[in-house]
Nanobody, 124 residues
Framework: QLQLVESGGGLVKPGGSLRLSCVVSGSTLENYEIGWFRQAPGKEREGVACDSFSRNSIDYTDSVKGRFTMSRDNAKNTVYLQMNSLKFEDTAVYYC?????????????????WGQGTQVTVSS
């Protein structure tokens, strides 16, 4: 059974940075499409980024392009989300996700595996 454990969330001021980590266990990371989702209070969950080994690409939702960078370290079975220039609207619970497949359009992705989430709060 694949397990995903996120860490790195916290409270940060607007314009600040955070790096989220996701440790994957139960299988080899390189066999999966890996992504990050987020859900803000009262809002639907949103796909933030997806690292697709099948397409050899990393896709981002428009609102984070140029500010967030996703990466993976297969040797450590760990995925990262570097978040820079954080805004109030980035406040949400961030989830690490994985599946054997992902669609070309991030907003259509409904991953099978989810972590427990880590809270990111952007506040002055």
């Amino acid at each position: 059974q694949l397990q995903l454990v996120e860490s790195g969330g916290g409270l940060v001021k607007p314009g600040g940075s955070l790096r989220l980590s996701c440790v994957v266990s139960g299988s080899t990371l390189e066999n999966y499409e890996i992504g990050w989702f987020r859900q803000a209070p009262g809002k639907e969950r949103e796909g933030v980024a997806c690292d697709s080994f099948s397409r050899n690409s990393i896709d981002y939702t428009d609102s984070v392009k140029g500010r967030f960078t996703m990466s993976r370290d297969n040797a450590k079975n760990t995925v990262y989300l570097q978040m820079n220039s954080l805004k109030f609207e980035d406040t949400a619970v961030y989830y690490c996700t994985a599946d054997r497949w992902s669609p070309a359009v991030l907003s259509y992705w409904n991953p099978y595996h989810w972590g427990q989430g880590t809270q990111v709060t952007v506040s002055s």
